[in-house]
């Protein structure tokens, strides 16, 4: 099957730390402190009063009527932020948008009841007087909100306002969802589904009944926060017949063929462990998988990115498989997690590590943790491996891989 030469450019990114990778990367260095009070907050974030928190930005900043802030959700309003930083670029250049621009997202769950609980209350109290509901109704129920607490806005109001029309995609709610709205995405153009594809993931917002549901998932203790993560994913030469598919058992792939330009996704596997006790093996599959597709082992990766996880069961089990892959190769590569400076970003963080890992595939540099601090230093191998580690099992991981490969 004749696949075309795909890579991996236009990075947005909105974070606490600012709106670009290169914003993130110096914070990091720099070891600033990027979380807020969480006063605004519909109600106390459980466990402390700070978190990586985004502003909600309006209309003029969205490019768009201010009648979509009210069929929209912020995390929706994050994810069309995240979509404008990284189109701009590819607008500067010609005509963005059509048939052939496709758009692979990966999105959170809502985290907002319809009704305030008091709401609720005073609902209940006046059941007996339809005149005194409709009136409650009234007052209680924000306008479009039954739109606005749909996930597929965001997919919507991303594709109408920048004439989306491809081949497109979404995925919820846990942070696989970014990198297989990653592989996949970049699958549509490798295969000529698409010319070229949006691939996008963004955070829940922060919100007291987010803390409901991950505590319900086994969190660990980790700090929310909110952003974006968006990339293009393009066609970068003709038509090549390079064979577009590999790795173990159809469990991983290659996504282009040699001397594409720029950075590219050399490789992927996907894998699932519905326990804590197959985890571990869930992130080996996937891990080995993925450097079988980019034709290379463990030796030749020069920076990881493990997914910073929700769940204690998830986090132990990458850290056990990372131990494994690597256990055998004489420098093992740097391990290292944008979390300081951005909090936990759901679907987003792996997707914001991708971004990361461009900017240092593409100034041969890496991050490294040392103690509560973080150094630069050069990157021994243009490779990187990035992890996601869903709240129920699903893992994704990813090769990514600088020009000069």
Known sequence: MATYDVRLTA??????????PNALWETLVAGKDTRRPTEALAGPWPEGDTAFLVDDLD????GVHRRVLRTSEKQARMALYGARLALAGPAERGPVGGPGWGLYLGLPTV???????????RLHKAAG?????????????PPFSGLSHLNSTAAAHISAVFGLTGAM????????????ALIDGALSVAEGENEAALVGAVSPKVHPLLFAQYEELGWNGAVPGEGAAFLVAERAGDAADCGGSGG???SGGSVAGAGAPGARLAGYGRAFGAGAGDRTEAVVEAVHAALEAAGTDAGGIGWVLPDAAWSADAARAQSAALERVFAGTADRPAQ????????????????AHTLLALHGLASGRRLAADGDAVREEALPVPRALVLACGARGQVCAVVLEGAGK
């Open 11 to 20: 990075p947005g990114l909105y974070t606490a730390a600012g709106a670009d």
């Open 59 to 62: 209309a003029a900043t969205l």
């Open 111 to 121: 985290d907002e009841e319809l009704l305030r609980f008091g709401a609720l209350d």
């Open 129 to 141: 007087s339809p005149g005194e509901v409709a009136a409650l109704y009234g007052r209680e129920v």
């Open 169 to 180: 995609a979404a995925y919820s709610p846990f942070s696989d969802a970014g990198l297989t």
């Open 248 to 250: 173990s058992g159809g």
């Open 336 to 351: 290292f997690t944008g979390e300081r400076a951005t909090g936990v970003l759901g679907p987003a963080h792996p997707l």
